[in-house]
């Protein structure tokens, strides 16, 4: 299948799909990384991986609807099948969502519904809750309410600190991610196969 990934920051997540589709633990291509910030350090894991990628900003653009029009010519132009969100700190609109709806993924440092938004691991730190996890879920209109696919919960001890609390969310990021991508593949293919049959019988 192949995957366009849409992140903003360090990328460490976009890292992680790239090796496991390396290792052969993810049947999938990265057709795409596309960066809405031309200074993100993904954008140099992406050279040094050899993945073609493309940076703009809605800066760039009268509105949000024209920014995300050329990113849908970029996503058919690449013929991407599934959209995978690492980092991308932007709300998708309905220009992407209408054409990608069921087929755009986020991944979430908080047991959603718990603590959405930017600063998921932040805010549940600081409201002291015993624990937190890690939800991959279905991208919607709303910031992170999409319909939930996995989540992976952890304890936080009375040890952790905001840094160790955060290197133990992206440590599950990191295996989860690449797993779950490769569970909706698989499941995508057998159904694939499945329609065949029955168009055969």
Not at 38 to 58: E, G, H, N
């Amino acid at each position: 299948m192949k995957l366009a990934v849409f992140a903003s920051g360090s990328g460490s997540n976009f890292q992680a799909i790239a090796e496991a589709i390396q290792k052969g633990q993810l049947e999938a291509e990265i057709g795409l990384l596309f960066c809405d910030k031309k200074t993100a350090y993904v954008l140099q894991r992406a050279a040094a991986l050899q993945i073609p990628a493309v940076t703009f900003s809605p800066k760039d653009f009268p509105s949000k609807v024209q920014y995300e029009q050329e990113i849908l010519r970029l996503l058919e132009e690449n013929e991407i099948e599934l959209v995978v969100l690492a980092g991308y700190m932007r709300i998708i609109g309905a220009t992407l969502l209408a054409r990608f709806a069921n087929r755009m993924i986020n991944i979430h440092p908080s047991l959603l519904p718990a603590f959405p938004g930017i600063h998921g691991i932040q805010d549940a730190f600081e409201a002291g809750v015993a624990e937190t996890g890690v939800t991959i879920h279905y991208v919607d209109a709303g910031v992170d309410t999409g319909p939930i696919i996995a989540q992976e919960k952890i304890n936080i001890t009375t040890e952790d600190t905001l840094a160790t609390l955060t290197e133990k969310i992206h440590t599950i990021e990191h295996r989860l991610y690449p797993t779950v991508l490769q569970k909706l593949i698989t499941t995508q293919k057998e159904r694939a196969i499945d329609d065949e049959k029955k168009s055969l019988n």
